[in-house]
């Protein structure tokens, strides 16, 4: 049974009106304002460097060797009943409450020591800093909704992880043939004169109390929390008392079918790793001994419940929500020992705010590992280089989109004596190619004496046939470390930049009345303009490597191959691809212009042939494999005649 979703909820989101035409969709939708013109001139521009560089009557290579050219849980109660308000402020603190009839009890529940408190009146609490808003219920006595302040929705409402008859906090015990709900008690609160803490009692006689205590921080988004059993031994007949928290999360982001997909569960036993639960599909997971911490992450925030020393066991429960504005439904079962804790409560503790890198971290118990920044050395790249120059360029307090183009020229200087070898390999490859083609064509039947006679060439030249791509590989961890960092980056949400109104999203120049599978129903303008400039930067590069065949093919149809991907995915990563193919392109320029001379290589290369070569182990390898693939060979017919 899915928890019940509050009827106030807005889904105005999920409206639309269809368009007839695409000049409907630009007027409507999209106006051409500045921002967008600049994409368009971006684009243009591209064009026009493409048409200055490769004329259309170019003039053929020159050949310089010639010098010529899961289950059903409980739902919680409905707020419908309510019939009156009671209202008090404090500092941090505010109080409302409204009053529930109850249906008549048998004589059995009226005997038990619960049942006068089946009726109460039913307040909130709030207790607030500067990060949090929570609200707290005396039904039950447990935390009922949780705001973010400081962080709004797409939409522009203030953002809730949880709230009211969408969140659910309780435990069960056990008296004779009946079962009490801690969520069906009301409970009193306890004066105190910390605005930051609330403690709930309730009082079931004879010395025996159930006590609830939470204590939020002055500033962040930790918050204490505590059961205590006084005294129920003689009353309780279960030694062990399962409580479930659950919750259905709202939508936040502009994509709700790509929080879904992100939705997860993370756990951390003591000591070790976090490890995660995908509910994208519905799924179940049974933890057992020394679990530290439960997180329900969503894309940007998490709601995580966490016990001061362990949860003996656990059962994870979680499924992405279908209903409208509903992202995720989330359960978890944890067994607390109140035989233990007679004397000394339960202690917990919440942790309830953003999926920020520094604030995850400042927790001291694993949190930010469930930031998705890439596994090996795709995270290392993150977290000990990417993320530090980012922080050190966020203290400027510069535009976002301006960090990203600060953050792309530090990468490519860096990584600039890696370009360079990469761009001089190709040249020298460019250069030995007909060489190259001439081998190819003497050898073509006999493949393992045409790589012999390659490698030969290549050593003789003082080539390496890898130096084009080791260069390029190493700089592969950076890549793929920022294809995990940006869409993850906290910091990018509901940032704008040009056109786009959310780095963190995509970007949509013209929002389709279709839907295109695997492409989406919008137009992403700076995964055009990556596509275009990766094509541009394929294209220089293959003349001045030479690369011919499939390699020189498949150049051009992997970023084509890209746009469905890159379409719906955050504008901040195909700006920073757009940014560093620009960046690429004037590398490869300046080291074509000032450095390379393929006059001055073929010379080289001359020159080096003249010296007495010393042959490696690998070439030798490769020869005495040829050498015997030859022999192998014209030995088969002479025993073929011999039978």
Partial sequence: TQV????????????????????????????????????????????????LWFPQNSPPVQDPTTNEAGKDSTPLSSDSSRQATLQENTTNQNVTGEINPIAPLDTATLKSPFAKHLQGLDTTYTLRNQNLELTFTSKGGSLQQAKVLGYNTYGGDSLKLFEGNTQKMSYAMI??????????????????????????????????????????????????????????????????????????????????????????????????????????????EDLNNNLEWISFRQKFFCAVLGADQHFDRAQIKGEAATGPGQTGQYNAELILDHRANASKPFGMWMYLGPNHFQTLKAQQCGLEKQIPLG????????????????????????NYGFIILILTLII????????????????????????????????????????????????????????????????????????????????????????????????????????????????????????????????????????TGQMKVMGY???????????????????????????????QWMVRRFFINEDTLLRQIEENKKKPVKKSSFQQKMENFARKARESRNATPNRKSKS
Wanted: charged residues 15%.
């Fill in 175 to 284: 008296t004779g043939e009946k079962v009490w709900n801690s969520s069906q008690l009301y409970f009193q609160t306890v004066p105190s004169n910390d605005s930051q803490a609330l403690t709930f009692q309730l009082d079931l006689g004879q010395n025996r109390q159930i006590i609830h205590r939470f204590r939020l921080d002055s500033a962040g988004y930790r918050m204490k929390f505590s059961v205590q059993f006084v005294n129920m031994g003689t009353l309780i007949r279960n030694d062990y008392t399962t409580m479930e928290w659950g919750c259905i999360t709202p939508t936040q982001e502009r994509d709700i079918n790509e929080e879904r997909r992100l939705m997860e569960v993370y756990y951390r036993f003591n000591g070790e790793d976090p490890d995660y639960m995908s509910i994208s599909s519905p799924n179940e």
């Fill in 557 to 587: 149809v992997m970023p084509l191959m890209f746009i469905p991907v890159l379409n719906s995915y955050s504008a901040a990563l195909s700006y920073y691809y757009f940014l560093a193919n620009m960046v690429s392109f004037g590398q």
């Fill in 375 to 398: 596994w090996g050395i795709f995270g290392w790249v993150n977290r000990f280089i990417v993320i530090p120059v980012f922080n050190w360029l966020d203290s400027f307090n510069w």
């Fill in 412 to 547: 490519k200087i860096i990584l600039f004596p890696l370009t360079y070898k990469s761009l001089i390999s190709g040249a020298k490859m460019k250069v030995l190619k007909p060489e190259i083609d001439q081998l190819k064509e003497k050898f073509e039947k006999d493949t393992t004496r045409m790589q012999s006679e390659q490698m030969k060439l290549f050593q003789k030249a003082g080539v390496n046939p890898l130096g084009g791509c080791l260069p390029m590989l190493m700089q592969l961890p950076i890549l793929i470390a920022l294809f995990n960092f940006f869409p993850a980056s906290i910091e990018l949400r509901q940032q704008a930049f040009l056109w786009a109104d959310d780095l963190s999203s995509y970007d949509s120049i013209a929002d389709l009345p279709f839907s295109i599978p695997f492409y989406g129903a919008h137009v992403s303008l700076f995964t055009l303009l990556m596509t275009a400039s990766t094509l541009l930067y394929t294209r220089i590069s293959n003349q001045m490597s030479g690369v």
């Fill in 4 to 51: 019940p979703w509050p009827d106030h909820i807005p889904c105005s989101f999920l409206s639309s009106t269809p368009l007839s035409s695409i000049d409907q969709i630009v007027s409507k939708n999209s106006p051409l304002d500045r921002n967008t013109l600049t994409g368009l001139f971006l684009m243009g521009l591209i064009l026009v460097l493409y048409s």
